[in-house]
């Protein structure tokens, strides 16, 4: 006798159904479900419809968060790529105003000017205040254009790392939620089932009236049969022996 338990188990759970594969299932099965007995499956209907909703929204939610993402942490890259030009404009500055070496320049760059384009994004900010501090303090003799630069870079900085930042986490946080909409889904589906089984006890025919399993099933590009190749020449056969000419007379 088969274990009972194993009815208990949601087959839909797989995890080698695809979301394309479910998807395309479910939206199969529920125009099986209405066109052949809407009344019977009405309730069940309703709640598959539900779910199948919730997870187009949470999928296009997801796509659309991703997109933000991507565009933001483009804004961070481009910033990062044309930040040390910049910060090579402030330290010619001090160059020109102290000379190369100077003590004051290694106040304002005391991890020279190469740290700006190899340390982290999260240190970044740090070095980048370092430099306001210092062209600051030495303000008198570089002018306060130096510090509106380096603070402008600062909060150039800011503006595209932390909404960078955000987007990453809002990224994850939509993932989950589209995984959970699948779990819904998956879950009505399996109940659907169980409500054909219950419907059409002993008659596993019915159940290709409403599921086509074959739509769950990766689906492979079939290769094409590998060319025949052509027919071996056979050996060339010798040439007949001249025929006897005639008998000298």
């Known amino acids: 006798m088969r274990d ?28 099986r479900m209405t066109s052949t007995s809407p009344a019977l499956f009405a309730a069940r209907l309703t709640a598959t419809n539900a779910a199948l909703t919730g997870v187009n929204n949470t999928f296009t939610d997801d796509e659309t968060k991703l997109g933000v993402r991507k565009a933001r942490k483009l804004a961070k890259n481009n910033f990062r790529e044309a930040l040390p030009k910049s910060v090579g404009k402030l330290a010619v500055a001090v160059e020109n105003k102290y000379g ?26 740090n070095e980048l205040q370092t430099l306001i501090n210092g062209v600051t303090a030495l303000q008198a003799v570089l002018g306060a254009q130096a510090v509106t630069d380096a603070t402008a870079l600062l909060t150039g900085w800011n503006a595209v790392f932390s909404p960078s930042e955000a987007s990453a986490g809002a990224k994850t946080t939509t993932q989950a939620a589209k995984n959970a909409a699948r779990q819904g889904l998956q879950l009505e589906l399996f109940k659907n089932l169980l409500t054909l089984a219950l419907n059409f006890p002993e008659q596993p025919a019915q159940l290709d009236v409403y599921m086509q399993g074959s739509l769950l099933e990766p689906h492979t590009v079939a290769s094409a049969p590998a060319p025949t190749p052509p027919p071996t020449p056979g050996p060339t056969p010798a040439p007949s022996p001249a025929p006897p000419g005639p008998s000298p007379a």
């Open 4 to 31: 009972l338990h194993t009815y208990f188990n949601n087959p839909f759970d797989d995890a080698n159904v695809s979301m394309a594969a479910l998807l395309a299932f479910t939206t199969d099965h529920v125009q």
């Open 100 to 125: 190369e070496g100077a003590p004051e320049f290694a106040q304002c760059f005391p991890h020279g000017r190469a740290s700006f384009r190899s340390c982290t994004d999260d240190k970044l900010g």
